[in-house]
Protein backbone atom coordinates (compact mmCIF):
# COMPACT_ATOMS: atom_id res chain seq x y z
CA UNK A 1 0.00 0.00 0.00
CA UNK A 2 2.73 2.39 1.08
CA UNK A 3 4.58 1.92 -2.55
CA UNK A 4 1.32 2.15 -4.61
CA UNK A 5 0.67 5.64 -1.91
CA UNK A 6 4.33 7.20 -3.07
CA UNK A 7 3.87 6.40 -6.89
CA UNK A 8 0.48 7.97 -6.89
CA UNK A 9 1.72 10.77 -4.30
CA UNK A 10 4.67 11.67 -6.86
CA UNK A 11 2.33 11.67 -10.02
CA UNK A 12 -0.57 13.53 -7.77
CA UNK A 13 2.22 15.40 -7.23
CA UNK A 14 2.63 17.11 -10.97
CA UNK A 15 -0.77 17.18 -11.11
CA UNK A 16 -1.60 19.42 -8.23
CA UNK A 17 1.67 21.30 -9.45
CA UNK A 18 0.63 21.26 -13.03
CA UNK A 19 -2.98 22.50 -11.61
CA UNK A 20 -1.45 25.39 -9.80
CA UNK A 21 0.47 26.47 -12.46
CA UNK A 22 -2.55 26.56 -15.01
CA UNK A 23 -4.88 28.38 -12.70
CA UNK A 24 -1.98 30.78 -11.55
CA UNK A 25 -1.19 31.42 -15.45
CA UNK A 26 -4.90 32.50 -15.76
CA UNK A 27 -5.27 34.00 -12.58
CA UNK A 28 -2.34 36.26 -12.03
CA UNK A 29 -2.31 38.41 -14.73
CA UNK A 30 -6.37 39.08 -14.03
CA UNK A 31 -5.75 39.51 -10.71
CA UNK A 32 -2.78 42.01 -11.34
CA UNK A 33 -4.82 43.92 -13.66
CA UNK A 34 -7.94 44.25 -11.41
CA UNK A 35 -5.72 45.23 -8.47
CA UNK A 36 -3.15 48.00 -9.89
CA UNK A 37 0.41 47.37 -10.33
CA UNK A 38 0.99 49.52 -7.21
CA UNK A 39 -2.22 47.86 -4.64
CA UNK A 40 -0.83 44.35 -6.05
CA UNK A 41 3.02 45.39 -4.80
CA UNK A 42 1.34 46.25 -1.71
CA UNK A 43 -0.46 42.65 -1.58
CA UNK A 44 2.71 41.09 -1.86
CA UNK A 45 4.96 42.95 0.35
CA UNK A 46 2.54 42.54 3.30
CA UNK A 47 2.73 38.94 2.58
CA UNK A 48 6.15 38.51 2.26
CA UNK A 49 6.63 40.42 5.56
CA UNK A 50 4.26 38.11 7.22
CA UNK A 51 5.74 35.04 5.49
CA UNK A 52 9.17 35.65 7.18
CA UNK A 53 7.47 34.61 10.41
CA UNK A 54 7.57 31.32 9.19
CA UNK A 55 11.06 31.33 10.39
CA UNK A 56 9.44 30.46 13.77
CA UNK A 57 8.70 27.29 12.87
CA UNK A 58 12.64 26.49 13.57
CA UNK A 59 12.29 23.36 11.48
CA UNK A 60 10.24 21.37 13.93
CA UNK A 61 8.14 19.95 10.91
CA UNK A 62 11.00 18.12 9.67
CA UNK A 63 12.30 17.09 12.76
CA UNK A 64 8.90 15.16 13.47
CA UNK A 65 9.57 12.30 10.68
CA UNK A 66 12.67 11.98 11.63
CA UNK A 67 11.47 10.79 15.76
CA UNK A 68 8.22 9.14 13.97
CA UNK A 69 10.18 6.59 11.67
CA UNK A 70 12.40 6.08 14.84
CA UNK A 71 9.36 5.23 16.62
CA UNK A 72 7.56 3.67 13.90
CA UNK A 73 10.12 1.17 13.31
CA UNK A 74 9.84 -0.33 16.85
CA UNK A 75 5.77 -0.09 16.79
CA UNK A 76 6.11 2.24 19.70
CA UNK A 77 2.66 3.40 18.79
CA UNK A 78 2.64 5.30 22.69
CA UNK A 79 6.09 6.87 22.07
CA UNK A 80 4.25 8.16 18.96
CA UNK A 81 1.32 9.50 20.64
CA UNK A 82 3.51 11.67 23.01
CA UNK A 83 5.53 12.55 20.20
CA UNK A 84 2.24 13.65 18.80
CA UNK A 85 1.18 15.93 22.04
CA UNK A 86 4.91 17.30 22.35
CA UNK A 87 4.59 18.69 18.51
CA UNK A 88 1.36 20.51 19.37
CA UNK A 89 1.96 21.99 22.26
CA UNK A 90 5.22 23.13 20.81
CA UNK A 91 3.28 24.84 17.28
CA UNK A 92 0.44 26.04 20.03
CA UNK A 93 3.36 28.31 21.61
CA UNK A 94 5.19 29.37 18.16
CA UNK A 95 1.87 30.17 17.35
CA UNK A 96 1.08 32.77 20.03
CA UNK A 97 4.83 34.37 19.43
CA UNK A 98 3.54 34.49 15.39
CA UNK A 99 0.18 36.21 16.41
CA UNK A 100 2.05 38.79 18.73
CA UNK A 101 4.75 39.39 16.36
CA UNK A 102 2.32 40.30 13.59
CA UNK A 103 0.44 42.32 15.88
CA UNK A 104 3.04 44.76 16.47
CA UNK A 105 4.05 44.82 13.02
CA UNK A 106 0.39 45.21 12.34
CA UNK A 107 0.42 48.72 14.48
CA UNK A 108 3.66 49.63 13.12
CA UNK A 109 3.93 49.29 9.27
CA UNK A 110 6.59 52.04 9.54
CA UNK A 111 9.17 49.45 9.61
CA UNK A 112 8.27 47.68 7.01
CA UNK A 113 7.13 50.53 4.30
CA UNK A 114 8.91 53.62 5.85
CA UNK A 115 7.12 56.82 4.57
CA UNK A 116 6.23 55.09 0.77
CA UNK A 117 2.30 54.68 1.52
CA UNK A 118 -0.28 56.86 1.21
CA UNK A 119 -2.90 57.48 4.32
CA UNK A 120 -5.16 54.99 2.48
CA UNK A 121 -2.59 52.34 1.55
CA UNK A 122 -1.82 52.31 5.44
CA UNK A 123 -4.91 51.78 6.11
CA UNK A 124 -5.43 48.24 3.60
CA UNK A 125 -1.93 47.22 4.58
CA UNK A 126 -3.05 47.12 8.19
CA UNK A 127 -5.81 45.12 7.81
CA UNK A 128 -3.85 42.65 5.19
CA UNK A 129 -1.46 42.50 7.86
CA UNK A 130 -3.82 41.20 10.72
CA UNK A 131 -5.53 39.03 8.67
CA UNK A 132 -2.68 37.20 7.48
CA UNK A 133 -1.14 37.43 11.19
CA UNK A 134 -4.37 35.31 12.55
CA UNK A 135 -4.18 33.13 9.40
CA UNK A 136 -0.27 32.13 10.54
CA UNK A 137 -0.97 31.86 13.90
CA UNK A 138 -3.45 29.29 13.50
CA UNK A 139 -1.63 27.41 10.95
CA UNK A 140 0.99 26.42 13.49
CA UNK A 141 -0.48 24.43 15.49
CA UNK A 142 -2.57 22.87 12.42
CA UNK A 143 0.46 22.11 10.47
CA UNK A 144 1.12 19.44 13.09
CA UNK A 145 -2.03 17.55 11.76
CA UNK A 146 -0.41 17.95 8.07
CA UNK A 147 3.07 16.17 9.50
CA UNK A 148 1.59 13.29 10.77
CA UNK A 149 -0.69 12.52 7.75
CA UNK A 150 2.67 12.74 5.55
CA UNK A 151 4.35 10.37 8.41
CA UNK A 152 1.87 8.10 7.41
CA UNK A 153 2.40 8.27 3.83
CA UNK A 154 -1.69 9.32 3.19
CA UNK A 155 0.00 11.18 0.03
CA UNK A 156 -3.09 10.99 -2.19
CA UNK A 157 -5.47 12.37 0.49
CA UNK A 158 -2.90 15.11 1.06
CA UNK A 159 -2.35 15.83 -3.15
CA UNK A 160 -5.93 15.82 -3.60
CA UNK A 161 -6.80 17.86 -0.75
CA UNK A 162 -4.17 20.39 -2.08
CA UNK A 163 -5.67 20.13 -5.71
CA UNK A 164 -8.86 20.96 -4.24
CA UNK A 165 -7.64 24.14 -2.52
CA UNK A 166 -5.75 25.45 -5.83
CA UNK A 167 -8.91 25.24 -7.81
CA UNK A 168 -11.30 26.33 -5.15
CA UNK A 169 -9.18 29.84 -4.40
CA UNK A 170 -9.22 31.17 -7.81
CA UNK A 171 -13.11 30.31 -8.31
CA UNK A 172 -14.51 31.93 -5.49
CA UNK A 173 -11.80 34.99 -5.56
CA UNK A 174 -11.92 35.76 -8.91
CA UNK A 175 -15.85 36.95 -8.83
CA UNK A 176 -15.18 38.84 -5.75
CA UNK A 177 -12.73 40.89 -7.77
CA UNK A 178 -14.74 41.47 -10.55
CA UNK A 179 -17.45 43.12 -8.20
CA UNK A 180 -14.97 45.56 -7.61
CA UNK A 181 -13.36 44.15 -4.29
CA UNK A 182 -9.35 44.45 -3.86
CA UNK A 183 -6.95 42.79 -2.14
CA UNK A 184 -8.39 42.34 1.37
CA UNK A 185 -10.86 40.12 -0.34
CA UNK A 186 -8.25 38.08 -1.63
CA UNK A 187 -7.03 37.46 1.36
CA UNK A 188 -10.34 37.14 3.07
CA UNK A 189 -10.53 34.20 0.84
CA UNK A 190 -7.39 32.95 1.21
CA UNK A 191 -7.71 32.50 4.76
CA UNK A 192 -11.03 30.97 5.16
CA UNK A 193 -9.68 28.29 2.42
CA UNK A 194 -6.84 27.54 4.97
CA UNK A 195 -8.87 27.74 8.02
CA UNK A 196 -11.07 24.92 6.29
CA UNK A 197 -8.35 22.60 4.77
CA UNK A 198 -7.16 22.60 8.15
CA UNK A 199 -9.97 21.45 10.21
CA UNK A 200 -10.13 18.33 7.33
CA UNK A 201 -6.51 17.99 8.03
CA UNK A 202 -7.75 17.39 11.92
CA UNK A 203 -10.55 15.23 11.27
CA UNK A 204 -8.78 13.04 9.26
CA UNK A 205 -6.22 12.71 11.79
CA UNK A 206 -8.18 11.63 14.67
CA UNK A 207 -10.66 9.54 13.11
CA UNK A 208 -9.30 7.86 9.84
CA UNK A 209 -5.91 7.80 11.07
CA UNK A 210 -7.18 7.22 14.79
CA UNK A 211 -4.09 8.94 16.01
CA UNK A 212 -4.09 10.14 19.72
CA UNK A 213 -2.31 13.10 21.45
CA UNK A 214 -0.71 12.39 24.71
CA UNK A 215 0.41 15.26 26.80
CA UNK A 216 2.50 14.54 29.53
CA UNK A 217 5.16 11.21 30.39
CA UNK A 218 7.50 12.71 27.46
CA UNK A 219 10.78 10.97 26.70
CA UNK A 220 13.28 11.95 29.06
CA UNK A 221 16.03 14.42 27.06
CA UNK A 222 14.01 14.61 23.89
CA UNK A 223 13.82 18.12 24.38
CA UNK A 224 17.60 18.97 24.08
CA UNK A 225 17.56 16.39 21.30
CA UNK A 226 14.50 18.37 19.57
CA UNK A 227 16.15 21.58 19.75
CA UNK A 228 19.63 20.14 19.11
CA UNK A 229 18.33 18.76 15.68
CA UNK A 230 16.24 21.66 14.75
CA UNK A 231 18.57 24.62 15.60
CA UNK A 232 20.59 24.52 12.17
CA UNK A 233 17.28 24.02 10.03
CA UNK A 234 15.82 27.01 11.90
CA UNK A 235 19.27 28.90 10.59
CA UNK A 236 17.85 27.59 6.98
CA UNK A 237 14.05 28.45 7.63
CA UNK A 238 15.76 32.15 7.88
CA UNK A 239 18.30 32.21 5.43
CA UNK A 240 15.72 31.19 2.61
CA UNK A 241 13.36 33.90 4.02
CA UNK A 242 16.34 36.19 3.53
CA UNK A 243 17.03 34.84 0.28
CA UNK A 244 13.68 34.71 -1.22
CA UNK A 245 11.31 37.03 0.89
CA UNK A 246 13.65 40.09 2.21
CA UNK A 247 14.06 41.45 -1.63
CA UNK A 248 10.20 42.00 -1.93
CA UNK A 249 10.69 43.59 1.85
CA UNK A 250 13.76 45.91 0.92
CA UNK A 251 12.42 47.03 -2.67
CA UNK A 252 9.36 48.16 -0.88
CA UNK A 253 11.13 50.03 1.83
CA UNK A 254 13.45 51.62 -0.91
CA UNK A 255 12.43 51.66 -4.26
CA UNK A 256 8.38 51.43 -3.79
CA UNK A 257 5.31 49.18 -4.51
CA UNK A 258 5.77 49.50 -8.32
CA UNK A 259 8.89 47.65 -8.15
CA UNK A 260 7.83 45.37 -5.94
CA UNK A 261 5.32 44.52 -8.33
CA UNK A 262 7.78 43.85 -11.32
CA UNK A 263 10.20 42.00 -9.27
CA UNK A 264 7.02 39.85 -8.19
CA UNK A 265 5.86 38.57 -11.77
CA UNK A 266 9.31 37.64 -12.06
CA UNK A 267 9.25 35.96 -9.50
CA UNK A 268 6.33 34.01 -10.13
CA UNK A 269 7.89 32.16 -12.98
CA UNK A 270 10.80 31.63 -10.66
CA UNK A 271 8.05 29.94 -7.93
CA UNK A 272 6.64 27.89 -10.06
CA UNK A 273 9.90 26.39 -11.84
CA UNK A 274 11.05 25.83 -8.01
CA UNK A 275 7.68 23.91 -7.58
CA UNK A 276 8.58 21.53 -10.21
CA UNK A 277 11.69 20.28 -7.81
CA UNK A 278 9.71 20.29 -4.66
CA UNK A 279 6.57 18.34 -5.18
CA UNK A 280 8.30 15.37 -6.24
CA UNK A 281 11.37 15.48 -3.81
CA UNK A 282 9.22 15.76 -0.92
CA UNK A 283 7.41 12.92 -1.17
CA UNK A 284 10.94 10.79 -0.84
CA UNK A 285 10.87 12.64 2.81
CA UNK A 286 10.04 9.39 4.71
CA UNK A 287 11.74 7.01 2.05
CA UNK A 288 15.42 8.66 2.61
CA UNK A 289 14.60 8.74 6.76
CA UNK A 290 13.96 4.54 6.48
CA UNK A 291 17.44 4.15 4.28
CA UNK A 292 19.38 6.15 6.68
CA UNK A 293 17.30 4.03 9.66
CA UNK A 294 18.52 0.35 8.31
CA UNK A 295 21.71 1.77 6.76
CA UNK A 296 23.21 2.55 10.20
CA UNK A 297 27.13 1.01 10.46
CA UNK A 298 27.41 0.43 6.85
CA UNK A 299 28.80 3.23 5.02
CA UNK A 300 28.98 1.49 1.55
CA UNK A 301 25.26 0.04 1.42
CA UNK A 302 24.27 3.43 2.78
CA UNK A 303 26.09 5.56 -0.04
CA UNK A 304 24.87 2.86 -2.62
CA UNK A 305 21.03 3.57 -1.50
CA UNK A 306 21.53 7.17 -1.28
CA UNK A 307 23.37 7.36 -4.45
CA UNK A 308 20.79 5.57 -6.42
CA UNK A 309 17.65 7.71 -5.29
CA UNK A 310 19.77 11.11 -5.57
CA UNK A 311 21.07 10.19 -9.04
CA UNK A 312 17.33 8.55 -9.75
CA UNK A 313 15.33 11.54 -8.60
CA UNK A 314 17.92 14.31 -9.76
CA UNK A 315 17.74 13.01 -13.39
CA UNK A 316 14.06 12.96 -13.61
CA UNK A 317 14.22 16.74 -12.21
CA UNK A 318 17.12 17.73 -14.72
CA UNK A 319 14.43 16.09 -17.43
CA UNK A 320 12.00 18.89 -16.34
CA UNK A 321 13.82 21.73 -15.13
CA UNK A 322 15.66 21.78 -18.28
CA UNK A 323 12.83 22.19 -20.41
CA UNK A 324 11.53 25.36 -18.30
CA UNK A 325 14.79 27.07 -17.60
CA UNK A 326 15.26 27.17 -21.46
CA UNK A 327 11.73 27.79 -22.06
CA UNK A 328 11.87 30.80 -19.98
CA UNK A 329 15.34 31.56 -21.64
CA UNK A 330 13.77 31.73 -25.35
CA UNK A 331 10.22 32.64 -24.73
CA UNK A 332 9.81 34.52 -21.14
CA UNK A 333 10.36 37.34 -22.52
CA UNK A 334 7.30 37.57 -25.12
CA UNK A 335 5.47 35.49 -22.69
CA UNK A 336 5.50 38.32 -19.88
CA UNK A 337 4.62 40.77 -22.18
CA UNK A 338 1.27 39.55 -23.44
CA UNK A 339 0.71 37.89 -19.67
CA UNK A 340 1.71 40.62 -17.39
CA UNK A 341 1.29 43.68 -20.08
CA UNK A 342 2.97 47.16 -20.31
CA UNK A 343 5.49 48.07 -17.86
CA UNK A 344 6.90 44.57 -16.34
CA UNK A 345 9.55 44.05 -19.06
CA UNK A 346 12.09 43.97 -16.36
CA UNK A 347 10.49 40.99 -14.98
CA UNK A 348 12.02 38.88 -17.64
CA UNK A 349 15.71 39.87 -16.59
CA UNK A 350 14.40 39.30 -12.85
CA UNK A 351 13.39 35.54 -13.90
CA UNK A 352 16.26 35.21 -15.68
CA UNK A 353 18.44 36.12 -12.66
CA UNK A 354 16.52 33.39 -10.06
CA UNK A 355 15.75 31.04 -12.43
CA UNK A 356 19.35 30.14 -14.01
CA UNK A 357 21.45 29.80 -10.76
CA UNK A 358 18.81 27.99 -8.99
CA UNK A 359 18.74 24.77 -11.44
CA UNK A 360 21.37 23.01 -9.47
CA UNK A 361 20.15 23.04 -5.92
CA UNK A 362 16.58 22.30 -6.86
CA UNK A 363 18.01 19.16 -9.06
CA UNK A 364 19.62 18.28 -5.61
CA UNK A 365 16.78 18.59 -3.13
CA UNK A 366 16.91 15.59 -2.29
CA UNK A 367 19.99 16.04 -1.10
CA UNK A 368 18.79 18.86 1.53
CA UNK A 369 16.69 15.48 3.17
CA UNK A 370 19.45 13.56 3.35
CA UNK A 371 21.58 15.64 5.62
CA UNK A 372 18.58 15.89 7.88
CA UNK A 373 18.32 12.21 7.93
CA UNK A 374 22.32 12.04 9.13
CA UNK A 375 22.24 14.75 11.33
CA UNK A 376 24.53 16.68 8.88
CA UNK A 377 22.50 19.36 8.24
CA UNK A 378 24.92 21.45 10.03
CA UNK A 379 27.04 22.97 8.13
CA UNK A 380 24.80 23.86 5.08
CA UNK A 381 23.01 25.70 8.11
CA UNK A 382 25.82 27.79 8.77
CA UNK A 383 27.33 28.34 5.05
CA UNK A 384 24.12 29.37 3.94
CA UNK A 385 24.28 32.19 7.08
CA UNK A 386 27.20 33.51 5.38
CA UNK A 387 25.30 33.75 2.08
CA UNK A 388 22.08 35.09 3.59
CA UNK A 389 24.65 37.80 5.08
CA UNK A 390 26.51 38.25 2.04
CA UNK A 391 22.90 38.72 -0.06
CA UNK A 392 21.15 40.97 2.42
CA UNK A 393 24.13 43.55 2.21
CA UNK A 394 24.88 43.17 -1.17
CA UNK A 395 20.69 43.77 -2.33
CA UNK A 396 20.50 46.98 0.29
CA UNK A 397 23.06 48.57 -1.76
CA UNK A 398 22.19 46.89 -5.21
CA UNK A 399 18.00 47.35 -5.16
CA UNK A 400 19.00 50.92 -4.33
CA UNK A 401 21.13 50.88 -7.49
CA UNK A 402 19.63 48.88 -9.93
CA UNK A 403 16.09 47.93 -8.71
CA UNK A 404 14.62 44.98 -9.24
CA UNK A 405 17.33 43.82 -11.39
CA UNK A 406 20.16 44.56 -8.23
CA UNK A 407 17.83 42.90 -5.78
CA UNK A 408 17.79 39.74 -8.54
CA UNK A 409 21.70 40.02 -8.85
CA UNK A 410 22.55 39.76 -5.63
CA UNK A 411 20.89 36.26 -4.88
CA UNK A 412 22.02 35.18 -7.74
CA UNK A 413 25.73 35.57 -7.19
CA UNK A 414 25.51 33.83 -3.73
CA UNK A 415 23.46 30.88 -5.27
CA UNK A 416 26.04 30.16 -8.03
CA UNK A 417 28.71 29.74 -5.45
CA UNK A 418 27.62 28.29 -2.50
CA UNK A 419 24.73 25.39 -4.15
CA UNK A 420 26.87 24.91 -7.58
CA UNK A 421 30.19 24.27 -5.83
CA UNK A 422 30.59 24.33 -2.07
CA UNK A 423 27.64 22.04 -1.57
CA UNK A 424 28.46 19.71 -4.16
CA UNK A 425 31.88 18.79 -2.43
CA UNK A 426 29.77 18.68 1.12
CA UNK A 427 27.62 15.80 -0.47
CA UNK A 428 30.56 13.98 -1.68
CA UNK A 429 32.55 13.93 1.54
CA UNK A 430 30.04 14.16 4.51
CA UNK A 431 26.72 13.02 3.52
CA UNK A 432 27.47 9.78 1.67
CA UNK A 433 26.47 10.41 -1.95
CA UNK A 434 28.76 9.80 -5.14
CA UNK A 435 28.15 13.14 -6.69
CA UNK A 436 30.80 12.44 -9.07
CA UNK A 437 28.12 9.24 -10.07
CA UNK A 438 25.83 11.88 -10.09
CA UNK A 439 27.13 14.58 -12.33
CA UNK A 440 28.14 11.86 -14.77
CA UNK A 441 24.72 10.35 -15.36
CA UNK A 442 24.08 14.23 -15.67
CA UNK A 443 26.16 15.27 -18.60
CA UNK A 444 25.00 12.01 -20.49
CA UNK A 445 22.01 13.55 -20.24
CA UNK A 446 23.13 17.10 -22.05
CA UNK A 447 23.63 15.36 -25.89
CA UNK A 448 19.74 15.48 -25.43
CA UNK A 449 20.00 19.55 -25.02
CA UNK A 450 21.89 20.12 -28.27
CA UNK A 451 19.51 19.97 -30.98
CA UNK A 452 16.55 21.98 -28.96
CA UNK A 453 19.07 24.69 -27.62
CA UNK A 454 19.88 25.09 -30.97
CA UNK A 455 16.76 25.02 -32.50
CA UNK A 456 15.88 28.13 -29.50
CA UNK A 457 18.49 30.29 -30.37
CA UNK A 458 17.62 30.18 -34.17
CA UNK A 459 13.88 30.90 -32.34
CA UNK A 460 14.61 33.97 -30.26
CA UNK A 461 16.88 35.09 -32.79
CA UNK A 462 14.96 35.30 -36.14
CA UNK A 463 11.36 35.13 -35.50
CA UNK A 464 8.94 38.07 -34.42
CA UNK A 465 6.32 37.01 -32.12
CA UNK A 466 3.35 39.49 -32.84
CA UNK A 467 0.34 37.35 -30.67
CA UNK A 468 -0.35 34.93 -27.91
CA UNK A 469 -1.36 31.86 -30.31
CA UNK A 470 1.99 32.69 -32.21
CA UNK A 471 3.86 32.07 -28.92
CA UNK A 472 2.16 29.15 -27.73
CA UNK A 473 2.32 27.79 -31.06
CA UNK A 474 6.26 28.10 -31.14
CA UNK A 475 6.48 27.03 -27.23
CA UNK A 476 4.59 23.73 -28.57
CA UNK A 477 7.41 23.27 -31.41
CA UNK A 478 9.79 24.25 -28.74
CA UNK A 479 8.92 21.47 -26.26
CA UNK A 480 7.69 19.02 -28.93
CA UNK A 481 12.13 19.13 -30.45
CA UNK A 482 12.61 18.63 -26.80
CA UNK A 483 10.95 15.65 -25.51
CA UNK A 484 11.65 13.75 -28.77
CA UNK A 485 15.54 14.85 -28.19
CA UNK A 486 15.42 13.82 -24.85
CA UNK A 487 13.71 10.72 -25.14
CA UNK A 488 16.51 9.26 -27.73
CA UNK A 489 19.58 10.94 -26.57
CA UNK A 490 19.04 12.01 -23.01
CA UNK A 491 16.66 9.47 -20.99
CA UNK A 492 18.22 5.87 -20.07
CA UNK A 493 15.86 2.87 -20.50
CA UNK A 494 14.28 3.30 -16.99
CA UNK A 495 13.27 6.71 -18.03
CA UNK A 496 12.12 5.76 -20.81
CA UNK A 497 10.15 2.71 -19.15
CA UNK A 498 8.10 5.35 -17.00
CA UNK A 499 6.75 7.13 -19.96
CA UNK A 500 6.57 3.86 -22.07
CA UNK A 501 4.83 1.66 -19.60
CA UNK A 502 1.61 3.27 -18.78
CA UNK A 503 0.98 4.22 -22.84
CA UNK A 504 1.44 0.34 -23.39
CA UNK A 505 -1.09 -0.24 -20.37
CA UNK A 506 -3.90 2.00 -22.27
CA UNK A 507 -3.62 0.07 -25.39
CA UNK A 508 -3.71 -3.23 -24.43
CA UNK A 509 -6.32 -2.11 -22.57
Not at 163 to 190: D, F, M, R
Request: aromatic share 14%; net charge positive.
Amino acid sequence: MKSNQLKAGTILSYAQMLLGIIVGLVYTPIMIKLLGQSEYGLYVTVSSTITMLTVLSLGFNSSYIRYYSRYKKDNDYESIYKLNGLFLLIFLIIGAIALLCGLFLSFNLELVFDTGLTSEEYKIARVLMLLLTANLAVSFPMSVFQCIISAHERFIFLKLLGAVKTVLSPIVTLPILLLGYKSIAVVAVSVSLTLITDIIYFIYVIFVLKNRFIFKNFEKGIFKSLFTFTAFIAINLIVDQINWNVDKFLLGRFRGTVSVAIYSVGFVLYNYYMTFSTSISGVFTPRIHKIANETVGNKELQTQRFTELFTKVGRIQFLILMLLSTGIVFFGQAFISFWAGEGYENSYYVALLLVLPATIPLMQNVGIEVQRALNKHKFRSILYAGMALINLVSTIFLCQLYGEIGASLGTAISLIFVNGIIMNIYYHKECNINIIHFWKNILRQCVGLIIPVAIGIVIYKLVTITSIWQLLAWICVYAVTYCMSMFFLGMNAYERNLILKPIKRIFKR
